[in-house]
């Protein structure tokens, strides 16, 4: 084969396959251009559908909305005709109204008119009479008015007191029948011993001989029994007794315990007095520790400190008027304790204050402040509760109270006081204190008498009935009780009677 048809039959290939390609790109391509064209011809279609549906629906929704609109136009022109009637109506009432109003506006213009006529008649009237009464009379008008006011205003004094009185009266019974049932019931629940113990202060001898051993030789036992202890040893001609002395309980308790060791002893010179005296001191001073933890224990009060601890213990050595104050301090914080319970205010608050009223006793201080000071420096010291330094400050008033419980303090502190048996006091005391209640009472004008009844508890009063009247006699009773309360010191209280009576004595001859 010639060479020539190498290159020829591949191009002629070449060439063939090319047109091959060719004719079916071709035939492909009008084959999709007419799916293309069926497509968007089915589009076209739809969309008119479409659209002739939307156009069907935008008619009828716009006819809807127009018919709706339509209704409620019909339904605001019918409301507003209703409006137009009704306004009409008010405007013709209002019409009516203001022509009745320019009527009587009229009407009262003419009466105006008559009454003006008629005040000025009367006030020349009134004028006239005016200045023939004070012709008649001899009195101008501002000195009848004057008078005429004097008269209304004593009326009304009067009156007002009698009121007051009333009031007074009313109050006082229901309270003091409140208080009485408080105080019967509180006094009823307290169960303590009718009389407390009472220090001792002599010490019984087994024989007079005991006596110069106690001295010792040239008074040097003694000297050194009084010099240790601080109080003094009393040897004089009373049989097989030995008094001591001293104005420290404490002290006086130390040297009669250790009197009596010694005397059981049986020997008694310095050396072993002071041996004992020691021994003694810090027994008393465990007991007195020990007594005041006790009586804390048995109130179930806590958070005490260590100082005022041993201040209660001292006042079990402390008596006043025979009444131990110890236990003088145990029944003020029960009684106090049951009346807080009674009328609703803090109860342990009351209890611990009650408790701690009398420890300014049981202080070692010399200060010229009384017991009730001393306690409230020592309780303010401690940290304790303002009303509870106030407690005890106030329960003699020496200060104001100033809350409910310093107020139970005082009341418990009165009652534990001025129980029968509770305490003693000395014939010419009590007499003292009788004549001081009647010297009071005699120092006001307008008495006649006066008598102190019930061991001083009761004040009756005899009054002038000429000089003193009803009124007069009440306000003299209150300042006499107040005169009482600023210028005696008493347990309890005072009851003041005033007694006034007119005697008309008639003789048939």
């Known amino acids: 084969m010639p060479f020539i048809w190498y290159i020829i039959l591949p191009l002629a290939g070449l060439t063939l396959g090319w047109i091959i390609r060719w004719l079916y790109a071709r035939f492909q391509l009008t084959a999709s251009e007419q799916f293309a064209e069926r497509i968007k011809h089915d589009a076209i279609k739809e969309a008119e559908a479409k659209k002739k549906e939307i156009l069907l629906e935008a008619k009828e929704q716009v006819i809807r909305e127009r018919n709706q609109q339509e209704r409620e136009t019909r339904e605001r022109r019918a409301e507003l005709?209703?409006?137009e009637r009704r306004v009409v109506v008010k405007e013709e009432a209002i019409d009516k109204k203001t022509a009745q109003i320019e009527r009587t506006e009229q009407v009262f213009a003419e009466k105006e008119k008559a009454f003006q006529v008629r005040e000025e008649a009367l006030s020349k009237e009134e004028q006239?009479?005016?200045?023939?009464?004070?012709?008649?009379?001899?009195?101008?008008s501002e000195e009848a008015k004057a008078l005429i006011i004097q008269d209304l205003e004593n009326e009304a004094k009067f009156d007002a007191q009698s009121l007051v009185n009333k009031i007074e009266q009313e109050a006082n019974v229901a309270a003091e029948k409140r208080?009485?049932?408080?105080?019967?019931?509180?006094?009823?629940?307290?169960?303590?011993e009718v009389t407390g113990d009472v220090t001792v202060t002599t010490v019984t001898l087994p024989n007079d001989e005991?006596?110069?051993?106690?001295?010792?030789?040239?008074?040097r036992n003694i000297r050194t029994l009084e010099t240790l202890t601080g109080a003094d040893i009393i040897i004089d001609d009373t049989p097989e007794a030995v008094v001591i002395s001293c104005f420290d309980p404490v002290r006086r308790e130390i040297a009669k315990i250790a009197l009596e060791r010694l005397i059981l002893d049986g020997r008694i010179h310095p050396a072993r007095i002071e041996e004992i005296v020691i021994k003694v001191s810090k027994d008393i001073s465990q007991k007195i520790f020990e007594e005041g933890e006790k009586i804390l224990f048995d109130m179930g009060i806590h958070n005490i400190k260590q100082e005022a601890i041993r201040a209660l213990g001292r006042l079990y050595f402390r008596t006043s008027y025979g009444q131990n104050v110890l236990h003088h301090s145990r029944e003020v914080a029960v009684i106090a304790g049951m009346l807080a319970a009674e009328v609703g205010c803090n109860r342990d608050l009351a209890k611990r204050a009650a408790l701690l009223?009398?420890?300014?006793?049981?202080?070692d201080s010399?200060?010229?402040?009384?017991?009730?000071?001393?306690?409230?420096?020592?309780?303010?010291k401690m940290g304790e509760d303002p009303r509870i330094i106030n407690a005890i400050g106030s329960h003699h008033n020496d200060i104001e109270p100033t809350c409910l419980e310093a107020v139970i303090v005082q009341i418990a502190d009165a009652i534990s006081a001025a129980r029968p048996g509770a305490r003693k006091e000395t014939l010419d005391n009590y007499m003292k204190r009788l004549e001081n209640l009647e010297a009071i009472a005699t120092g006001f004008n307008g008495v006649d008498k006066s008598f102190a009844i019930q061991a001083g508890r009761e004040l009756r009063i005899l009054v002038n009935n000429e000089s003193v009247n009803d009124d007069q006699t009440r306000e003299l009773a209150k300042e006499i009780a107040k005169k009482i309360e600023n210028d005696l010191r008493y347990p309890g209280r005072?009851?003041?009677?005033?007694?006034?009576?007119?005697?008309?004595?008639?003789?048939?001859?």
């Open 81 to 83: 005709q209703r409006y």
């Open 128 to 140: 006239r009479y005016r200045a023939e009464l004070e012709r008649i009379s001899g009195l101008s």
């Open 179 to 192: 208080a009485r049932d408080i105080l019967v019931t509180t006094i009823q629940r307290l169960a303590t």
């Open 210 to 219: 005991m006596k110069g051993r106690i001295i010792g030789r040239e008074g």
């Open 357 to 363: 009223h009398d420890i300014g006793k049981g202080t």
């Open 366 to 380: 010399d200060s010229d402040l009384n017991h009730a000071e001393i306690g409230m420096d020592m309780a303010r």
């Open 494 to 509: 005072i009851k003041v009677t005033m007694i006034r009576e007119t005697r008309i004595t008639e003789y048939a001859r």
